[in-house]
């Protein structure tokens, strides 16, 4: 389990970021920091793996508070994760936490699904770094520092996330001869049947995948897809 930080002072998006990261099984927030009083002590005794971070904060700016860090892990073999989740989209800013070892930046208002790519991308390269290999394939380079996913190449509408698509429509390429339901799919990649059934229903529109609808004697009749062959 995966103990993360959400320092944050709007409640509103505390509590929806705090819900989207627990419905991931991986991960658990352990705390909330509306501003930045208490947050490098807590972080560097808890040794917490992933903060979520904000720019503005009432008291400070979320980049001092990465920079501190930066210098407190100096004398330790612990690194402090971090994604922002902030109104800035000043390049300089932008830069700087990338300079600093951000794993992601997200632009509020964002989508839902941005922050569950984000947290799905976070995973795999910590599978990847966690390895035990000297040498690794191009495929294990790959997930360690790129994005390595099927392309579905389809002008996207909005509401539509290019990674979340491509993540569905992976699942689906995973087992060509398998019928999938939305709740399958939404088990293998960790994320909800609602969300999931939009892009489902939108890559069958788009003719990449077909749905068949079953009707059964008790209940609402059940949509699953298929790859096209």
Avoid: C
Avoid at 157 to 170: A, C, D, Q, W, Y
Avoid at 209 to 229: A, C, D, F, L, M
């Amino acid at each position: 389990m995966i103990d993360v930080v959400i320092i944050e002072d709007d409640p509103m998006v505390s509590m929806i970021t705090e819900k989207i990261i627990n419905a991931n099984k991986n991960f658990n927030v352990l705390k909330i920091f509306p501003s930045g009083v208490g947050v490098i002590d807590f972080i560097m005794e808890n040794k917490v793996e992933l903060i979520i971070l904000d720019m503005y904060l009432p008291d400070t700016e979320g980049l001092d508070i990465l920079e501190e860090l930066r210098i407190q892990e100096r004398d330790t073999q612990h690194i402090t994760n971090t994604i922002f989740i902030t109104a800035s989209n000043d390049k300089k800013h932008i830069e700087r936490a990338f300079q600093l070892g951000i794993v992601d930046y997200l632009i509020k208002p964002f989508e839902f699904e941005r922050l569950e790519e984000a947290l799905s991308r976070y995973l795999t390269k910590k599978s990847a770094s966690t390895t035990n290999k000297n040498i690794l394939t191009q495929d294990e380079l790959d997930n360690l520092y790129h994005s390595n996913t099927a392309k579905v190449n389809l002008e996207l509408p909005k509401g539509i996330s290019e990674k979340t698509l491509e993540k569905v429509f992976n699942a689906i390429l995973s087992d060509p001869t398998k019928e999938w339901s939305s709740k399958d799919v939404a088990d293998f990649i960790d994320s909800t049947t609602v969300t999931v059934k939009k892009y489902l229903d939108y890559l069958a529109e788009s003719g990449k995948i077909r749905s068949n609808i079953y009707h059964g004697t008790v209940g609402r009749p059940e949509v699953k897809y298929k790859v096209k062959i």
